[in-house]
């Protein structure tokens, strides 16, 4: 016969492994209640617009070092400076096929770009383009070739946005001497249509 004692002992036992599965059942409750209204609480992202445009890129051709404007359709987002990323990443993409007069390795090419128009009085209207790092390691080293790249992208920008004057290069959020070895990226570039004429260094940049 079991002692009375241990009947005691043994239901008190019961009775608090009970107790504790309510209580861990209604902090999962609870948990997942609180959980629920900080997702419904959280703003949904807006969604970005897109629309086909008729826009105007500037293609590279390391055959005879020439720019060249070439019309084509292209879904780009409705911000200014989506819109400027995209079509530069739209560019940069052409130059990774395997047709490319301009072959560039594949892969992500630019973390952002920035349009600043609310500048001081006299300033420019800039664009600032800042390149992944991976984009510039894997470049070809030349001085053609780098400027190549540049002018092609200055052009596209300059078509697309004719308000604004001059462009600066940045890689990963850092200023650098050079693309690949070459070509500067130490100073802004003014933005002009670069199958016409290559752009010089703005006003700025050659001031002593």
Same mark, same amino acid.
């Given at each position: 016969?079991?002692?009375?004692?241990?009947?005691?002992?043994?239901?008190?036992?019961?009775?608090?492994?009970?107790?504790?599965?309510?209580?861990?059942?209604?902090?999962?409750?609870?948990?997942?209640?609180?959980?629920?209204?900080?997702?419904?609480?959280?703003?949904?992202?807006?969604?970005?617009?897109? =629309?086909?445009?008729?826009?105007?890129?500037?293609?590279?051709?390391?055959?005879?070092?020439?720019?060249?404007?070439?019309?084509?359709?292209? =879904?780009?987002?409705?911000?200014?400076?989506?819109?400027?990323?995209?079509?530069?990443?739209?560019?940069?993409?052409?130059?990774?096929?395997? !047709?490319?007069?301009?072959?560039?390795?594949?892969?992500?090419?630019?973390? !952002?770009?920035?349009?600043?128009?609310?500048?001081?009085?006299?300033?420019?209207?800039?664009?600032?383009?800042?390149?992944?790092?991976?984009?510039?390691?894997?470049?070809?080293?030349?001085?053609?070739?780098?400027?190549?790249?540049?002018?092609?992208?200055?052009?596209?920008?300059?078509?697309?946005?004719?308000?604004?004057?001059?462009?600066?290069?940045?890689?990963?959020?850092?200023?650098?001497?050079?693309?690949?070895?070459?070509?500067?990226?130490?100073?802004?570039?003014?933005?002009? !249509?670069?199958?016409?004429?290559?752009?010089?260094?703005?006003?700025? =940049?050659?001031?002593?």
């Amino acid at each position: 016969m079991i002692p009375r004692y241990q009947r005691v002992l043994f239901w008190i036992l019961v009775s608090c492994i009970l107790g504790m599965g309510a209580f861990l059942l209604r902090g999962c409750r609870e948990a997942q209640k609180r959980l629920t209204a900080l997702n419904d609480a959280t703003p949904l992202a807006a969604p970005t617009t897109t =629309a086909t445009e008729e826009v105007t890129l500037y293609v590279a051709s390391d055959a005879d070092g020439a720019i060249r404007p070439i019309r084509s359709q292209i =879904a780009l987002p409705q911000d200014p400076s989506l819109k400027a990323r995209s079509l530069v990443e739209n560019l940069l993409a052409q130059y990774s096929q395997p !047709d490319s007069a301009h072959p560039l390795q594949s892969g992500p090419s630019v973390d !952002d770009i920035f349009l600043l128009s609310d500048m001081p009085a006299g300033a420019k209207r800039t664009i600032l383009v800042n390149f992944r790092g991976s984009f510039v390691d894997n470049h070809p080293s030349g001085i053609e070739v780098e400027q190549l790249t540049l002018n092609s992208i200055i052009g596209t920008l300059h078509a697309a946005f004719p308000d604004f004057k001059e462009v600066r290069f940045l890689i990963d959020g850092q200023s650098r001497p050079t693309l690949a070895g070459h070509a500067g990226l130490d100073h802004p570039y003014a933005l002009v !249509d670069t199958s016409m004429h290559p752009p010089a260094p703005s006003e700025a =940049a050659t001031q002593p």
